[in-house]
Every structure is written in C-alpha cells, then in structure tokens.
C-alpha cells in the first residue's frame, strides 16, 4: 500500500476532522497508484487514516477511515447498507431518492440515486472510478436493480483527469422512469436528463412548498416542473418557465400524466419573462425561484450575487401582499448568510417587508456531514410578502 506523509500544516488541517486532504499539504509521496487506497502518515510515520489517492486533483487524499481495517468488497457493502438504513429511516413519500452521496456517507466521491427499481452511479473521482465493479457488484447483490446505469458525463471528472462517458452497466435503459413524489407522478429520463433525471435534492422542499401556494403561481426554472405541480393540485394557475426544451416538454408530459390542466409550461429566459412580467404589471400569488449555480467558483461570486439580487428583486415587486416566495441557491460558493443578505437587500430596494416562514436546505437523503462544509450546499428560504 502506499502512503502519504502530511506536511505539519497538514497534521493540524486533518485533526480539524476535514475528509479531504490537499496535495499542498503533503509533504511526501511514497508509491500511490492513482486512485489507489492508500495511508495517510505523520512525519514520524505514525498511520492516521486509510483513503483515496488521486495523482491529478487539488484533492489528493480523501478519507475512507481511520482505521487499519481490511477495505474489501465487504467493507464498502457494509457503507452501502448503513446508507441504505439512514435514507429507510428520512425517505418519505417517494421512490426516488439519493441512495448514497459521496463523503457524507463515507463513500467520497461517489453518488448513486434510486428511482424505483432504477440505479444510476457516478464516480467522480479516480479511487471510486478504480472500485467501479465492486460498487457495481454489491448494489446488484443487495438492491437486484432493473438497471443500473453509469452517468459520469460530468464536468468535476475533468478534475480528476478522467473522461466524460455513460454507459449501462446492467439492464436496460429505459426511455423514463416513472416515479412518485407525494401525490405527484413525474417520469425522470435517467440517460439524458439533467444531474441523474431529476433534482432530488428539492424533494422536501417541493412537498412543504405546496402547503403555502395559492391563486396564481409563477414557478422560475421549472425543469420537469415538480414544485408547479405539486402548487397546481391547490393553486388555480401555475406558470412555468426554463429554458430547455426538453424541460418544458417534460413539464407538459407531467401536467398530463397528473390530470393538472392549470399548469401550462413555456420556453423563455426567466431574466426577460421577469423583467416583461414587472414592465406589464403582472402579479403573483406564489413565486419559485430555484436558478442553475450562478457562483461555480469562488471568482464568481460577485456576478452570481448580481444575478441573485436581479431575479430576488425582481420576484418581490411581481408578489401580491400575502404572497409567498420560495427562493433558492445552490451555489456553494454563496453561503446561507450572504444569500440572506442578498435578499435583505432586495426587499429593501421593493420596498416591502417579509417574514421568513421557513429557511431549509437540501432533503435529508444529501446529508451534510458536520465536518465537510462542502457537503451543503441548497439553500431555500420560503419568504412571505407582509400585507
Ligand atoms: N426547480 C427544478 C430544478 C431547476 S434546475 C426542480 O425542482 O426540479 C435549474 C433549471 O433552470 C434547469 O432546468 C435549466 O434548464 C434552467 N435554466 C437555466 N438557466 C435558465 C434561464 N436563464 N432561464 C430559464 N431557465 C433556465
């Protein structure tokens, strides 16, 4: 096996209790395959914890455990199981869910999401990209997928100086799954739709948010227009804008499937349907706001925060007094604290005020792990316009 020796600055940044373990701070290398496990050591050569090695990243340790235990095939299946109890215990409602996410369940770098009988996999870094058809094997072994399907068309694997590919790996690939979130069916198309098919990290969020959506609603970056749905089973009118064609079209296909005639689904930039819909004086009852990452970087910061300020704003001037904003970032970069900021600013500048009715994360099968900062990231405060 072989080991890295961490640099005094090391030492101290790995007692914090931080997964990760950044090439500057090793002070040696002694035979690490890329993507080997290997063992992180003092200067004395006293053993500290097993993991990943990776030869390409900033990244270039991340932890599997402090023990000296043997890592096999019945390890990670033993990781695969506890991960599997926790999202029995937090998945309500659905049958579509992340099964495993990376570090916070002590498997860095690797994602498996679940619909229904349906896996898809993504490694995204050299260590679970080497472990593949163990992965592979334990998942057929506990789950017996239908199918199981590799989506590593990933821009972080570039990272990792790894290519962009998918593949199935078991099964057949169906053309979309179709699954269940709360009252509502939507169909995820797990070879070609965005992350994994769907945005599951919004579950929770999407089955709270129709509690408090009412009378007209304008649902900003629908994708396959779940928070819509859900809004349109009480509301009398829901609009939904994205981009991407395929999204709308999926927005439509889930109206349908659901029997929701008052959700209709429209292909516009929501920048200009925002700033069209203030010129013309429109209002809404209930406003979605859940934009792509605009801060992918820390440099990015300062113009995401423009971009937030922009369609925040904006959405406040177009509620009606009552009406209820569920805004959302799943920018790392911007912290909850500065997106609160942000949107202090804006009901400033609307001159109207707002109490917070609910302030969340990401759904509880993307556990954030106390120590790994990174590991959250989906901030959603649900923001009501005081009449
Ligand atoms: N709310 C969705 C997830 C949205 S993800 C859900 O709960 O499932 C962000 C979406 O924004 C993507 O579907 C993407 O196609 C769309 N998008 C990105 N930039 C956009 C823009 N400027 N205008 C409209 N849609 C955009």
């Not at 429209?266 to 979605?288: M, P, S, T, W």
């Amino acid at each position: 096996m072989g080991s890295l020796i961490l640099t005094p600055k090391g030492l101290a940044w790995f007692r914090k209790g931080h997964p990760w373990i950044y090439r500057t701070d090793l002070e040696k290398i002694k035979d690490a395959a890329p993507g080997s496990i290997v063992s992180l050591e003092t200067k004395n050569g006293i053993f500290l914890a097993q993991g990943f090695y990776s030869d390409h990243s900033k990244i270039a340790f991340r932890i599997i455990s402090r023990s000296r235990d043997a890592i096999n095939a019945q390890f990670w299946e033993k990781r695969v199981l506890g991960a599997f109890r926790y999202r029995q215990e937090v998945v309500q409602q659905t049958n579509a869910y992340r099964l495993i996410y990376g570090e916070s369940d002590g498997i860095p770098s690797l994602v498996v999401d679940r619909y229904a009988d349906h896996f898809v996999l993504q490694t995204l870094a050299q260590g679970t990209e080497n472990l593949l058809p163990v992965f592979t094997e334990v998942i057929l072994k506990v789950f017996q997928p239908a199918s199981l399907i590799l989506r590593n068309d990933v821009m972080v694997r570039d990272l990792e100086g790894l290519p962009r590919e998918k593949r199935i790996l078991f099964g057949e690939c169906p053309k979309d799954v179709q699954v269940f979130e709360g009252e509502i069916h939507y169909r995820a198309d797990l070879w070609t739709g965005q992350k994994t098919g769907a945005y599951l990290d919004q579950r929770e969020n999407r089955l709270l948010g129709a509690r408090f959506l009412r009378g007209t609603i304008l649902d900003a970056f629908c994708y396959q227009g779940l928070f819509g749905l859900h809004g349109a089973r009480r509301a009398s009118r829901v609009i939904g804008i994205d981009s991407s064609q395929e999204a709308v079209d999926q927005g439509k296909a889930n109206a349908t499937l659901n029997g929701l005639s008052n959700a209709e689904f429209f292909r516009e930039n929501v920048f200009d349907f925002l700033k069209g819909a203030v010129e013309e004086k429109r209002h809404f009852d209930g406003i979605i706001l859940d934009p792509p990452p605009f801060a992918k970087s820390k440099e990015n910061v300062a113009g995401a925060t423009r971009g937030y300020k922009e369609l925040n704003l904006r959405a406040m001037r177009l509620l009606n007094p009552g009406g209820v904003l569920v805004t959302s970032s799943c920018s790392y970069n911007l912290s909850e604290s500065k997106f609160l900021e942000v949107l202090r600013d804006c009901a400033k500048d609307s001159g109207s005020a707002f109490r917070i009715i609910e302030r969340r994360g990401q759904s509880a099968d993307h556990p954030v792990l106390l120590s790994f900062p990174e590991s959250f990231y989906l901030k959603c405060l649900f923001l009501q316009k005081i009449e």
